[in-house]
């Protein structure tokens, strides 16, 4: 089964890889590292806590991604002021880590009521 919340943030992961591949040289192991490392730890955690025993394990993995969707969205909004991400990248990239961001949390929630 997939979960929904997954492949939001697969999708979020996909774009980030995406849009980073040009950013300055310079910033490979700065800003470029971190976002991709964000975008790639939201996805696996999901996954990661979706294959553990138990709803408490799933919870804690699930509160992980969500804080890497978080650090996400600052790095995204650095890398948008330094205008290595223009507008339209940019809202695009925000509105998946949106959408992923709420999947999460309410799965979080949902997991949260069975815990």
Known sequence: M???ASVACHQVALA???????WPVAERYGLTSPV????YSAAA????????????????HLDVAFGSLAEMA???QLARELEYLRPEPWGEVEAL????G?????L????????
């Open 36 to 39: 991709r490392r964000a975008a």
């Open 97 to 100: 880590r949106d959408h992923a």
């Open 108 to 115: 979080y929630r949902a997991i949260g009521r069975v815990a």
């Open 102 to 106: 709420r999947l999460t949390w309410g």
């Open 45 to 60: 955690n999901i996954a990661e806590g979706a294959a553990k025993r138990g709803p408490r394990e799933f919870r804690r």
């Open 2 to 4: 997939k979960l929904q």
């Open 16 to 22: 980030v890889y995406r849009h980073t591949r040009d």
């Open 74 to 76: 600052y790095a995204l």
